[in-house]
């Protein structure tokens, strides 16, 4: 595995930021609808509770996916070590539902 680059973590960040909370792969008025219908928590809500149980950390990406029938966030964030750790949050309940991290070379 390379090691990831600084500009493309920058790149990366920055178009998340431009696009603000819209998850990739998902309709934003899909989401408004679900969050309005009570059936997802916001991404907002999901990051401040990772943060409060995981201190430190730079969000690379943001996803809403539907697995096994239900909804799910999954977060990468990049650690301060270099590693990158993926994250799965059930998005009605908030619960860590799956961790993941990349293994160095």
Known sequence: MRPIRPIAVLLLAASLLAEGPAMAGRDPDEI???RG???ILSLETIIANHHRQHPGGQLLEAELETEHGRYVYDLKFLGGDGVVREFEYDARTGKLWHFEHEEHE
């Open 32 to 34: 408004r609808r679900l």
């Open 37 to 39: 219908a009570g059936q």
